[in-house]
């Protein structure tokens, strides 16, 4: 009977998508096929495409508003095991944190106990947590539940060292194999003739994120009278903070928000841009990064590990201080605005080497013998 490489993601995120996506079309490239069990959140992204996706054993987020509250702890393990039974699993990669990761990997292993059950670690462990605030709380249950899993996880991928290491601290009797792989993206191309004008912010509205940073400096941008504009493409809501700036301030800030953002208004926000804001305070590699690269622009990002394991100071990007004032800001925008040409060429050839899946058997030739 034909066994398939099952890959699971339980959690809705748009920029998810993408590394999932492209993971599946290379391993089906290498006569495995691939059956993708997604959150239904992904739905609108998934055209039609090799892989078959199934839905159903997640929940549709329909009914009371309690049981919309409640949707991700729900799973169908029912239909999740005749999912398993029915197309057998030669393997399982498990995507991105949720508390229910360790039900599908324990039932996985309780029917096919042999199969290897994989786990992307994006985030291990955060050391960090009370620049979240209350998420923390969250945080930390997703961590208990994670622990959990990884009572029947074989292969643990991580994304950068500071993850390696702080899984390693976190869990320091792990008995599986561990390896560290750069994120990887399929290349959407480049286009030099696009017209760059913004300092821009893409993603979550997170003040772990540099969210209040960002403002200050659009704010701060417009007094200055900066040569160039501001953007921000986001799911969050932002009402907050656009209410508190200037009109001068908000004249020179374009705002895309949608709660559903696509792949192609992530990638059109980097490529049209001077620079991509990554002033976070606590981060293990963020996706914000290879697809600044990829779209050759440079990274303004603070002086953490998450930042400078992947951004060079001075030549795909501008290091800052971790709590940056708005003078550090304001001299890294005109530092990117007077080597642009040099620091997007810089930019796109880092991609190219590290961070494009063309360059998958360079960083899974080691899992070949695993999955296939």
Same mark, same amino acid.
């Given at each position: 009977?034909?066994?398939?490489?099952?890959?699971?993601?339980?959690?809705?995120?748009?920029?998810?998508?993408?590394?999932?996506?492209?993971?599946?079309?290379?391993?089906?490239?290498?006569?495995?096929?691939?059956?993708?069990?997604?959150?239904?959140?992904?739905?609108?992204?998934?055209?039609?495409?090799?892989?078959?996706?199934?839905?159903?054993?997640?929940?549709?987020?329909?009914?009371?508003?309690?049981?919309?509250?409640?949707?991700?702890?729900?799973?169908?393990?029912?239909?999740?095991?005749?999912?398993?039974?029915?197309?057998?699993?030669?393997?399982? $990669?498990?995507?991105?944190?949720?508390?229910?990761?360790?039900?599908?990997?324990?039932?996985?292993?309780?029917?096919?106990?042999?199969?290897?059950?994989?786990?992307?670690?994006?985030?291990?462990?955060?050391?960090?947590?009370?620049?979240?605030?209350?998420?923390? $709380?969250?945080?930390?249950?997703?961590?208990?539940?994670?622990?959990?899993?990884?009572?029947?996880?074989?292969?643990?991928?991580?994304?950068?060292?500071?993850?390696?290491?702080?899984?390693?601290?976190?869990?320091?009797?792990?008995?599986?194999? =561990?390896?560290?792989?750069?994120?990887?993206?399929?290349?959407?191309?480049?286009?030099?003739?696009?017209?760059?004008?913004?300092?821009?912010?893409?993603?979550?509205?997170?003040?772990?994120?540099?969210?209040?940073?960002?403002?200050?400096?659009?704010?701060?941008?417009?007094?200055?009278?900066?040569?160039?504009?501001?953007?921000?493409?986001?799911?969050?809501?932002?009402?907050?903070?656009? =209410?508190?700036?200037?009109?001068?301030?908000?004249?020179?800030?374009?705002?895309?928000?949608?709660?559903?953002?696509?792949?192609?208004?992530?990638?059109?926000?980097?490529?049209?841009?001077?620079?991509?804001?990554?002033?976070?305070?606590?981060?293990?590699?963020?996706?914000?990064?290879?697809?600044?690269?990829?779209?050759?622009?440079?990274?303004?990002?603070?002086?953490?590990?998450?930042?400078?394991?992947?951004?060079?100071?001075?030549?795909?990007?501008?290091?800052?201080?971790?709590?940056?004032?708005?003078?550090?800001? $304001?001299?890294?925008?005109?530092?990117?605005?007077?080597?642009?040409?040099?620091?997007?060429?810089?930019?796109?050839?880092?991609?190219?080497?590290?961070?494009?899946?063309?360059?998958?058997?360079?960083?899974?030739?080691?899992?070949?013998?695993?999955?296939?």
């Amino acid at each position: 009977m034909k066994r398939y490489f099952y890959i699971v993601c339980l959690k809705y995120a748009p920029g998810m998508w993408q590394l999932l996506a492209s993971f599946a079309r290379r391993v089906q490239e290498r006569a495995r096929p691939v059956r993708l069990l997604l959150n239904p959140g992904f739905g609108w992204m998934n055209d039609a495409w090799g892989p078959v996706t199934d839905y159903s054993f997640s929940s549709q987020r329909t009914g009371s508003n309690v049981r919309k509250a409640l949707a991700f702890l729900w799973l169908n393990p029912w239909r999740l095991k005749r999912s398993f039974q029915n197309h057998p699993p030669a393997s399982v $990669l498990l995507v991105s944190w949720h508390p229910l990761n360790f039900l599908v990997a324990r039932l996985a292993k309780f029917i096919y106990p042999d199969i290897p059950v994989i786990t992307w670690l994006h985030e291990p462990y955060k050391d960090e947590k009370g620049v979240y605030g209350v998420k923390a $709380l969250i945080i930390w249950l997703v961590e208990l539940c994670q622990t959990l899993s990884l009572w029947y996880t074989d292969v643990v991928i991580l994304h950068s060292r500071r993850g390696l290491r702080l899984f390693e601290k976190r869990y320091p009797n792990f008995q599986g194999i =561990k390896r560290v792989v750069p994120l990887q993206f399929q290349d959407d191309g480049f286009d030099a003739e696009i017209p760059r004008r913004y300092i821009s912010f893409l993603g979550r509205a997170d003040r772990a994120k540099g969210i209040e940073e960002f403002f200050q400096l659009v704010e701060e941008g417009a007094k200055e009278q900066l040569n160039c504009d501001f953007q921000i493409i986001t799911g969050s809501d932002i009402q907050p903070y656009l =209410k508190r700036l200037s009109a001068a301030a908000f004249r020179k800030l374009r705002v895309v928000y949608r709660p559903q953002l696509s792949d192609k208004e992530l990638r059109d926000g980097a490529a049209n841009s001077l620079a991509l804001m990554a002033l976070y305070r606590e981060t293990m590699q963020s996706g914000v990064i290879p697809l600044a690269l990829m779209k050759g622009t440079p990274i303004i990002g603070t002086n953490i590990e998450g930042i400078t394991e992947w951004v060079r100071d001075r030549e795909t990007g501008v290091i800052v201080s971790n709590k940056p004032a708005m003078e550090e800001l $304001l001299a890294a925008i005109v530092y990117v605005q007077d080597h642009l040409e040099d620091m997007t060429v810089r930019c796109r050839s880092h991609y190219l080497a590290t961070f494009d899946d063309r360059n998958w058997d360079e960083h899974y030739g080691w899992l070949r013998s695993i999955i296939l």
